[in-house]
């Protein structure tokens, strides 16, 4: 079989990829492709804000991943979504812009990941952004690819909800990525003039006529071709074949916390003995890969409006719906500007340790469940998760050898601490949804209802109904412990030549914080790196 040849070949075309492939083909001279398992983002469901609610659990867009049974949440298996198109989860997530606090960031460095310091990564943030709202120098950039914007048009009880949050204790803060996070505020979000602005969107978009890049969509790696230490390319299936790919400089594998220690694993790269159990041959033995799995585990307030200002669905509110698309098409304001949590913000339970451990994420509409989607009626909710979990769990590959799935096991509530901090922050939800600011439209506390009180009743709620925020990370960690895969100032796989991992699984600890915005920047750092090197006349 003939390989394609390349310089460099990206794999995963979602929020660290594409600012990978855009700076590497930056050099004219240099062969870069860019391949993705999903398809097309060029959609309105996908373009659109309000189209969110059609892409979760849309196998179209959605890799629809499920995790294991979870023994401390009744048994439940969690979905997990995961973006499956260009722009990869940026295409289908709720454009949060979030970068975490800035000992997050040093905690990193103190673990052994030198260069990755909040002092480290500041400027990082700075180059890849063009915030048209927040732009203090000392932590924004204005000269980026990345549009960040405020909603375009929030709803009025988004507004609401910061003002009670005053009257709970928990102050006004206008930028969750300046100075601190505590407090309530209107989110950043990854949009241009009411449009998601998706890592494609910024930074592949704009290149897509360089004829030295090369973008391969619909393109499923099977696995690595490691020869004599070395990854020299990539089997991969594209167009309903089997074809090579291959690399004289490197692949970085982009692909995400769960599908970047697939590859490595399908490819014999992980715990040996694992490995063999299943089937397959170990090429070497990387004991961390797919382990140190971290996740945001989130339990949700949902309460019924008496106001028809919310974003409901009701015979009350067809004008409005009605009038939605031309509002949008013509102005770019409306209902369908919205990404359904434009405020949000930090708070600190009794048991924090100086930083916020808890996060909110507000939404103007009623759900009566956990699924994606806005329901008849008017209501609004708030979304409490753990910031910095203490419990850890792994991803898996199946004994089928056709299919090689990945086996999810969050390992949720494992350490009783997130327990513990999740029953305070729906205690600290509930504080800031009897303030008087919600007297006029507040109805009736549908979940967990307001016979649910003690914590041991508000633990069982949790139990049955706790899901996840979709922030898995942590699964290819940088470090320089023995459970490490990558080595933080290169990025690159340990034992393996050719080969590095620039993505949330790199992360050692989980930010706290939505991921998408560090994502980017890890992309940024490894294309920094690989440039460094070729200068250097390195490879």
């Given at each position: 079989m003939k390989a394609e040849r390349y310089d460099h070949i990206v794999v995963g075309a979602g929020s660290a990829g594409c600012v990978v492939a855009n700076r590497l083909s930056a050099d004219p001279s240099v062969r870069v492709c860019l391949i993705e398992a999903g398809g097309s983002d060029n959609s309105l469901r996908v373009s659109v804000p309000a189209g969110i609610l059609s892409l979760y659990g849309n196998p179209n867009y959605d890799y629809c991943f499920v995790g294991l049974p979870q023994p401390?949440?009744?048994?439940?298996?969690?979905?997990?979504?995961?973006?499956?198109?260009?722009?990869?989860?940026?295409?289908?997530?709720?454009m949060v812009y979030i970068r975490g606090a800035a000992q997050?960031?040093?905690?990193?460095?103190?673990?052994?990941?030198?260069?990755?310091?909040?002092?480290?990564?500041l400027p990082v943030f700075r180059k890849l952004e063009r915030n048209l709202v927040a732009q203090d120098p000392r932590y924004h950039g204005t000269d980026g690819e990345l549009m960040v914007d405020n909603p375009r048009d929030p709803n009025v009880l988004s507004g609401m909800f910061v003002k009670a949050g005053e009257n709970a204790g928990l102050p006004a803060?206008?930028?969750?990525?300046?100075?601190?996070?505590?407090?309530?505020?209107?989110?950043?979000?990854?949009?241009?003039?009411?449009?998601?602005?998706?890592?494609?969107?910024a930074f592949m978009r704009?290149?897509?006529?360089?004829?030295?890049?090369?973008?391969?969509?619909?393109?499923e790696v099977i696995d690595l071709v490691i020869a004599e230490g070395r990854a020299t390319g990539l089997r991969v299936r594209h167009d309903g074949q089997e074809k090579m790919l291959?690399?004289?400089?490197?692949?970085?594998?982009?692909?995400?916390?769960?599908?970047?220690?697939?590859?490595?694993?399908?490819?014999?790269?992980?715990?040996?003995?694992?490995?063999?159990?299943?089937?397959?041959?170990?090429?070497?033995d990387l004991p961390g890969v797919g382990k140190n799995l971290q996740d945001h585990i989130d339990g949700m307030i949902t309460v019924r409006s008496r106001s028809t200002r919310t974003l409901g669905l009701s015979l009350a509110n067809l004008p409005r719906i009605a009038a939605a698309p031309f509002q949008y098409f013509a102005r770019r304001k409306g209902m369908l500007t919205t990404n359904y949590v434009?405020?949000?913000?930090?708070?600190?339970?009794?048991?924090?340790?100086?930083?916020?451990?808890?996060?909110?994420?507000?939404?103007?509409?009623?759900?009566?469940?956990?699924?994606?989607?806005?329901?008849?009626?008017?209501?609004?909710?708030?979304?409490?998760?753990?910031?910095?979990?203490?419990?850890?769990?792994?991803?898996?590959?199946?004994?089928?050898?056709?299919?090689?799935?990945?086996?999810?096991?969050?390992?949720?509530?494992?350490?009783?601490?997130?327990?513990?901090?999740?029953?305070?922050?729906?205690?600290?939800?509930?504080?800031?949804?009897?303030?008087?600011?919600?007297?006029?439209?507040?109805?009736?506390?549908?979940?967990?209802?307001?016979?649910?009180?003690?914590?041991?009743?508000?633990?069982?709620?949790?139990?049955?109904?706790?899901?996840?925020?979709?922030?898995?990370?942590?699964?290819?960690?940088?470090?320089?412990?023995?459970?490490?895969?990558?080595d933080p100032a290169t990025l690159k796989v340990r034992g393996v030549d050719g080969l590095r991992v620039a993505d949330a699984s790199v992360m050692p600890k989980l930010i706290?914080?939505?991921?998408?915005?560090?994502?980017?920047?890890?992309?940024?750092?490894?294309?920094?790196?690989?440039l460094g090197s070729a200068h250097r006349g390195g490879k």
């Amino acid at each position: 079989m003939k390989a394609e040849r390349y310089d460099h070949i990206v794999v995963g075309a979602g929020s660290a990829g594409c600012v990978v492939a855009n700076r590497l083909s930056a050099d004219p001279s240099v062969r870069v492709c860019l391949i993705e398992a999903g398809g097309s983002d060029n959609s309105l469901r996908v373009s659109v804000p309000a189209g969110i609610l059609s892409l979760y659990g849309n196998p179209n867009y959605d890799y629809c991943f499920v995790g294991l049974p979870q023994p401390h949440l009744n048994n439940r298996s969690i979905p997990v979504n995961r973006g499956k198109a260009l722009g990869g989860s940026s295409s289908i997530n709720s454009m949060v812009y979030i970068r975490g606090a800035a000992q997050d960031y040093d905690e990193w460095a103190g673990l052994g990941c030198a260069g990755w310091a909040y002092s480290d990564v500041l400027p990082v943030f700075r180059k890849l952004e063009r915030n048209l709202v927040a732009q203090d120098p000392r932590y924004h950039g204005t000269d980026g690819e990345l549009m960040v914007d405020n909603p375009r048009d929030p709803n009025v009880l988004s507004g609401m909800f910061v003002k009670a949050g005053e009257n709970a204790g928990l102050p006004a803060n206008a930028d969750f990525n300046a100075e601190g996070q505590f407090g309530l505020g209107i989110y950043n979000v990854t949009q241009n003039r009411g449009q998601r602005f998706s890592s494609f969107t910024a930074f592949m978009r704009p290149v897509l006529n360089r004829k030295n890049l090369t973008l391969l969509s619909a393109c499923e790696v099977i696995d690595l071709v490691i020869a004599e230490g070395r990854a020299t390319g990539l089997r991969v299936r594209h167009d309903g074949q089997e074809k090579m790919l291959s690399a004289s400089h490197e692949i970085v594998l982009c692909a995400g916390a769960i599908n970047s220690p697939k590859i490595l694993m399908a490819s014999g790269i992980g715990p040996a003995d694992e490995l063999r159990r299943i089937g397959i041959t170990p090429v070497l033995d990387l004991p961390g890969v797919g382990k140190n799995l971290q996740d945001h585990i989130d339990g949700m307030i949902t309460v019924r409006s008496r106001s028809t200002r919310t974003l409901g669905l009701s015979l009350a509110n067809l004008p409005r719906i009605a009038a939605a698309p031309f509002q949008y098409f013509a102005r770019r304001k409306g209902m369908l500007t919205t990404n359904y949590v434009e405020a949000g913000g930090f708070a600190k339970t009794r048991h924090a340790n100086g930083l916020p451990d808890i996060q909110f994420h507000f939404v103007p509409g009623y759900r009566s469940h956990r699924g994606r989607l806005i329901e008849y009626g008017h209501g609004y909710a708030i979304h409490t998760c753990v910031l910095r979990p203490k419990s850890v769990g792994e991803i898996r590959l199946s004994r089928d050898s056709s299919r090689r799935d990945v086996l999810i096991d969050h390992r949720f509530f494992t350490h009783e601490d997130d327990a513990t901090v999740l029953v305070e922050g729906i205690k600290i939800a509930r504080k800031i949804l009897a303030a008087s600011e919600f007297d006029p439209v507040r109805g009736k506390e549908m979940l967990p209802g307001k016979d649910v009180r003690s914590d041991d009743e508000i633990l069982a709620y949790l139990r049955a109904e706790a899901l996840t925020v979709y922030h898995p990370v942590g699964t290819c960690k940088m470090g320089t412990d023995a459970m490490a895969v990558v080595d933080p100032a290169t990025l690159k796989v340990r034992g393996v030549d050719g080969l590095r991992v620039a993505d949330a699984s790199v992360m050692p600890k989980l930010i706290g914080g939505n991921t998408n915005a560090p994502s980017m920047m890890i992309g940024q750092k490894v294309s920094e790196m690989i440039l460094g090197s070729a200068h250097r006349g390195g490879k």
